[in-house]
């Protein structure tokens, strides 16, 4: 889902983005604690921003292409080099452990280390960070690598023995990829050729692609079709807010979104089955709150043809497909605006596409309330894979005259209206909330960031890394990142091993 931006944010809340940006230097690994705040935007992880290059190399195993990256500038510092092999933990050689992989930076030590966890058990290895690589990847279940500066070669790490190879890549491998000592390091994507791949000259099954996909995102950024056939971008150089969808190869305009009508759109978000089919939130501006909350409505476009597939009326705001296509999940436009004082307290709705129906969860904000505490919010709705089962977090708020908040992480079931929360009675989440969250690629386990603020605040705070089973065991906490100041945040970047 691609949101679009609100024209008149606070100045306070661009001087927090502007530092996020800040570039994070290399560090010795830590799990010390020592708080920073990430500047994380949940759905912001749904816009990604891509870059590609084209590889073959062989063999090739089955590849879960889930991964995902942010850029962080490498700093200057004694040369390290790839070496031969790798002394690693035995639990890194068992193909079904789940492995998480983050990068631990530190700008007190001026030093950055890559952190891999074990899911299971939260046992750890530390990896040092080669100079002359400008990104890390996990190509496989069996072999971590690093793409080297000279954009040429890649080096993978075998992780049954630690053994390490180097493979040239083809010249076009670095065509959409800023190579040198000087480019950001980046956590890539890998994916294969084959029937649903993009971008792909052939279906080899030896034929691959490096994705550059960015987290958090950012407003005015473009969103791809299923295939990459497509994207959408937004215009806001007119009075309305606008839709365009542009070729992603030779950038011709293939649908824009209609101009005059006094109506704006809102948010996007493309169909996770179709490469031509997108969904566009639309509304008009409140006069009294001056926020996009009247006479919203949702419209299917195929954007191939440019016909208007079907509209809805609702009390849209964010939204999210379900990954079957059949649903979308929605709350009311003034989710959209909990930063600015609006705690949304409504119940999450479902709209079923064939029929035009709408399907409210009002159980959710009445449960799984703390004794004590009295309820905030619920928000970061996504959809697990199977699409019969919906992730979220609580918020809720100390009933004294001091604020204090806490949270937890929660899985409703549709099947039948069940709620099951992992996280519950988690000392950490007593007086901290989660403020970001993704599953491994099976989704077993649940990478989380805790923080003393909220998804209802938008300053930054102290925060930390977690990850914890969906059967609420397994515990495990560290200290991604470290700013000059000593304060503490989670890991800016972080992997998951793909699933064999």
Sequence with gaps: MKRIPIVFLCFFSWIITACANVPVPRYTATTQAHPQSPTISPKSTRVPVRSTILASTQPVTELDPTIIFVKTRVPTQTEVAIPTSYNLPAWMAQSDTPVLTALIANEIEKSQHLYFVNAKTGENFTMQIPTKVIGFFWFDNSRFGFLEANGKSMALINTLDGTVSTIILPPQAIQFIETGDEADLAALQVVRCGRDAKYCASTLVDEFYFENVTVYGSYGSAQFSKLGRYRAEIDTSLTEARIL?????????????????????????????????????????????????????????????????????????????????????????????????????????????????????????????????????????????????????????????????????????????????????LDVLKDHSIIHYDFSPDEKVVHFCYAVNSILNDYADTSQDAIIGMDGTGFSTWVGNINEDGMWGCSHEHIWRPVR
């Design 245 to 425: 969808v542009l070729d992603s190869k030779t950038d011709t305009l293939i649908w824009q979104s209609p101009d005059g009508d006094g109506v704006s759109d809102i948010e996007y978000e493309w169909s996770p089955i179709s490469d031509n089919l997108i969904a566009v939130v639309r509304g008009n501006l409140d006069p009294i709150s001056e926020f996009h909350t009247k006479d919203m409505n949702l419209c299917l476009i195929n954007v191939k043809n440019g016909e208007l597939v079907r509209s809805y009326q609702a009390k849209f705001g964010s939204i999210d497909w379900s990954p079957n296509g059949n649903l979308i999940l929605y709350l009311d436009p003034f989710y959209m605006y909990r930063n600015y004082g609006f705690a949304f307290q409504s119940a999450p709705c479902l709209l079923f596409l064939d029929s035009g129906q709408s399907k409210c969860m009002t159980s959710i904000p009445r449960s799984q309330i703390p004794v004590g505490f009295s309820f905030r919010t619920t928000g970061l709705y996504q959809w697990l894979s199977d699409s019969k089962s919906i992730a979220y977090i609580y918020v809720y708020q100390l009933n004294d005259p001091h604020y204090q908040i806490s949270g937890n992480l929660c899985i409703y079931n549709l099947m039948n209206g069940s709620i099951d929360c992992p996280t519950d009675y």
